[in-house]
């Protein structure tokens, strides 16, 4: 089906590095092919050629030939492409571009020049197979993100092509999300279409894909069994392996945030009802729950950014009411998911100044220690936005400790990181609380969620459904059966060592 | 339909009053409520004009001024809202506007909401490490922390969405169309009834 021979392909012909480097692959048809790699190793590249847009719609510079279902991608049009090679994007906002479900599953169909009644039994088909049929005359933006990631996919499969390329299919999606994708996947592995997935979490597709292929620096490291993947991909830490905690300090301190009864609605929906919890002095604390939950509004409140309609929110026995945003960054500072909303200085050292100049109280060695501690010294003058994924999440992060708060919140810290980036992490989290930091860390990553913190909140449906140990909750069958827990993707004794 | 509406209070002299009491009439039906959230933005302006309108000029100027400004922003909120923006793009394709452009325009107009929840995240990133965005002067300097990653974003979401249009086929020839859009004998009707309206009501206003 596919066959690329002798590849190599920068976005820049001035640059000195290849994206991909002298790059052979022959994927035969009916194949489920896992895509690994860290970030920037050459992975969307790899899906942008395969969809012919490279070289037809990316400049840049291409040797080597790919051929796909027999033909140069060369002499066709990124158009003619479409009915041979769907690529579903990681992005679905931008891949989601109509008013209404069906009418985004019939765009490509009208690409195509089809007839009317042909478009309609089309739509029906497609959105049949992937049980969306109540979904067709939706908006895609009103859509929870597993649902959007699946009309996605409906979108590129109404015209049949025998490729799929999905790119990160499972980024931003919790385990219910997340398993939906994989039997719709497996679903598609079974009538044949040949699959190409790109994906970090490699737990979660290890088990159906029948090949696995690892990319390293734009070259093909392994290319094999998935089973055979296995030690090579815990080696090169696509698999992240956590480290080891060590400090055993069970006794929490005092209460440094209480939350009481708080309730919220957005547009006259219930997100939190009646919500009560608390963060401890010194604690790595984890608000863990699926999508949707309300975990995010919560911690909203947490500085401020959001007021209950009823109950309150104290801060070390104060009301975070009616204090100035400087005044609560530097006692509480949160790190949301996307930290490009962050970044507008040119610079990465004038990026962390921003919060250093507003904050006058900060001692003056925190800055250099700061720097020290997310290995940012060789990254200062770089601009933010130039950055690999993992980089920017340690800048923005860094953008927030440095006015000093002493509760750090993360919203979904893991989302779109690589192995390698989520070790880093949960050390970088131990060795803060071992400073004095309080953290709080929200997620629908429960393998990170059980590597790094030492108490659990469990929010479903805008309560908290259980708090405790992570250990006991993480195997408690209620909380499993009504969904507010899944399982891990690994098995925890796969990759967490611990040393209570 | 509502541009024959909005044709009308051009005319407007300080009877524009029973403009205000008609649309006030119109509004109270349903739309009151998002009405007012989006007035909160315009007050200021439309307030800014009339006072800049009462120093120059004198201040039945200005309260003419403030009033069509009022009107018009009013009559196309309820533009935007009563109407389907494909409907839009449908209709000005059957006037002849080459696809391309009806599709750049109705698209444009979906991803406003997407844009406006990107400026909330924003604010609330850039707010949660310190920076004071709230409306007030002195924290005009720092809406460039506001603009800078919205525009940065602006352009990654422009580039991806191009590349997704044309891995489905945008870009090629001969593109079918699910359904044909007709436009329904009651809304010529309905425009008819407008044209009335507005022709009597210039004639009365003109004396």
């Given amino acids: 089906m596919i066959d690329l021979t002798h590849i190599n392909y920068r976005y820049d012909e001035l640059s000195t590095e290849w994206v991909l480097k002298d790059t052979n692959l022959k994927i035969g048809k009916g194949e489920y092919v896992l895509v690994c790699g860290k970030s920037g190793s050459g992975k969307s590249t790899l899906a942008y050629l395969l969809n012919g847009l490279i070289p037809h719609f990316l400049d840049g510079e291409l040797q080597g030939r790919v051929s796909v279902v027999g033909k140069d991608s060369r002499d066709l049009t990124v158009a003619d492409l479409m009915s041979l090679v769907g690529l579903v994007f990681q992005n679905a906002d931008a891949q989601l571009f109509n008013s209404t479900v069906d009418k985004e599953i019939g765009f490509g169909?009208?690409?195509?020049?089809?007839?009317?009644?042909?478009?309609?039994?089309?739509?029906?088909?497609?959105?049949?197979?992937?049980?969306?049929?109540?979904?067709?005359?939706?908006?895609?933006?009103?859509?929870?993100?597993?649902?959007?990631?699946?009309?996605?996919?409906?979108?590129?499969?109404?015209?049949?092509?025998?490729?799929?390329?999905?790119?990160?299919?499972?980024?931003?999606?919790?385990?219910?999300?997340?398993?939906?994708?994989?039997?719709?996947?497996?679903?598609l592995h079974e009538k044949g279409t040949t699959l190409v997935v790109i994906e970090q979490r490699v737990g979660a597709l290890h088990q159906d894909a029948t090949r696995c292929l690892i990319l390293e620096k734009g070259e093909v490291l392994f290319d094999g069994s998935p089973g055979d993947a296995h030690p090579i991909l815990i080696h090169q830490h696509l698999v992240p392996r956590y480290p080891a905690r060590?400090?055993?300090?069970?006794?929490?301190?005092?209460?440094?945030?209480?939350?009481?009864?708080?309730?919220?609605?957005?547009?006259?929906?219930?997100?939190?009802?009646?919500?009560?919890?608390?963060?401890?002095?010194?604690?790595?604390?984890?608000?863990?729950?699926?999508?949707?939950?309300?975990?995010?509004?919560?911690?909203?409140?947490?500085?401020?950014?959001?007021?209950?309609?009823?109950?309150?929110?104290?801060?070390?026995?104060?009301?975070v009411r009616r204090q100035s945003p400087a005044d609560i960054a530097s006692r509480i500072g949160i790190a949301f998911q996307n930290p490009?909303?962050?970044?507008?200085?040119?610079?990465?050292?004038?990026?962390?100044?921003?919060g250093w100049d507003l904050c006058k109280k900060t001692p003056a060695g925190w800055l250099e220690e700061l720097r020290t501690l997310f290995h940012l010294h060789e990254l200062l003058s770089q601009s933010p936005y130039r950055l690999s994924e993992g980089q920017k999440k340690r800048v923005s992060i860094a953008s927030v400790l440095v006015m000093k708060?002493?509760?750090?919140?993360?919203?979904?810290?893991?989302?779109?990181?690589?192995?390698?980036?989520?070790?880093?992490?949960?050390?970088?989290?131990?060795?803060?609380?071992a400073k004095g930091f309080t953290i709080v860390i929200v997620t629908h990553d429960l393998d990170f969620a059980l590597a790094t913190a030492r108490r659990w909140v469990v929010v479903h449906g805008g309560k908290v459904v259980a708090t405790g140990p992570p250990r006991e909750l993480a195997k408690d069958e209620n909380l499993l059966k009504m969904g507010a827990l899944g399982n891990p993707e690994w098995a925890p004794a796969d990759n967490v060592h611990e040393t209570f | 339909m509502g541009i024959a509406a909005v044709l009308l209070t051009r005319n407007t002299f300080p009877?524009?009053?029973?403009?205000?009491?008609?649309?006030?009439?119109?509004?109270?039906?349903?739309?009151?409520?998002?009405?007012?959230?989006?007035?909160?933005?315009?007050?200021?302006?439309?307030?800014?004009?009339?006072?800049?309108?009462?120093?120059?000029?004198?201040?039945?100027?200005?309260?003419?001024?403030?009033?069509?400004?009022?009107?018009?922003?009013?009559?196309?909120?309820?533009?935007?809202?009563?109407?389907?923006?494909?409907?839009?793009g449908d209709g000005l394709r059957k006037m002849g506007l080459p696809y391309e452009f009806s599709f750049i325009l109705t698209t444009s107009m979906r991803y406003v909401p997407l844009i406006g929840m990107r400026i909330r995240l924003i604010a609330d990133a850039q707010r949660s490490r310190g920076i004071d965005l709230r409306p007030r002067l002195r924290n005009v300097p720092r809406f460039m922390a506001l603009l800078m990653p919205l525009l940065v974003q602006a352009f990654i979401l422009a580039e991806q969405l191009a590349m997704a249009m044309e891995s489905r086929g945008f870009a090629r020839k001969g593109r079918s169309f699910r359904r044909g859009y007709r436009i329904p004998l009651h809304e010529y009707g309905l425009m008819f009834l407008a044209l009335c309206l507005l022709a009597t009501f210039v004639i009365w206003e003109r004396g």
């Avoid at chain 1, 708060?405 to 060795?431: H, I, K, M």
């Fill in chain 1, 109 to 187: 169909l009208e690409s195509l020049g089809l007839s009317a009644p042909e478009i309609e039994e089309k739509i029906e088909r497609t959105s049949k197979a992937l049980h969306i049929e109540h979904l067709l005359k939706r908006s895609p933006m009103t859509l929870s993100g597993g649902e959007k990631r699946i009309v996605a996919i409906a979108s590129v499969l109404s015209v049949s092509p025998p490729v799929m390329v999905l790119d990160e299919p499972l980024a931003h999606l919790d385990w219910e999300g997340a398993k939906r994708i994989r039997e719709v996947l497996l679903q």
């Fill in chain 1, 246 to 319: 060590t400090t055993g300090n069970e006794h929490f301190g005092t209460t440094l945030l209480e939350v009481q009864q708080i309730s919220h609605a957005i547009e006259k929906r219930p997100v939190l009802k009646d919500l009560s919890m608390e963060v401890k002095e010194g604690e790595i604390l984890a608000i863990v729950g699926p999508n949707g939950a309300g975990k995010t509004t919560l911690v909203k409140h947490f500085n401020g950014l959001l007021h209950p309609s009823r109950g309150n929110v104290l801060f070390m026995g104060k009301g």
């Fill in chain 1, 340 to 354: 490009n909303d962050q970044f507008f200085k040119t610079t990465v050292e004038d990026e962390l100044a921003v």
């Fill in chain 1, 405 to 433: 708060p002493r509760l750090l919140v993360l919203d979904e810290p893991t989302v779109g990181q690589d192995g390698l980036f989520l070790e880093t992490l949960a050390d970088l989290l131990l060795t803060l609380c």
């Fill in chain 2, 15 to 88: 009877l524009a009053v029973e403009m205000v009491l008609l649309l006030g009439g119109l509004l109270t039906l349903k739309m009151l409520r998002p009405l007012v959230r989006v007035l909160k933005l315009i007050l200021p302006l439309v307030g800014l004009v009339f006072v800049i309108a009462l120093i120059s000029f004198a201040w039945e100027t200005a309260l003419v001024l403030a009033l069509r400004l009022f009107n018009l922003f009013t009559l196309s909120f309820v533009f935007f809202q009563a109407l389907d923006p494909e409907e839009l």
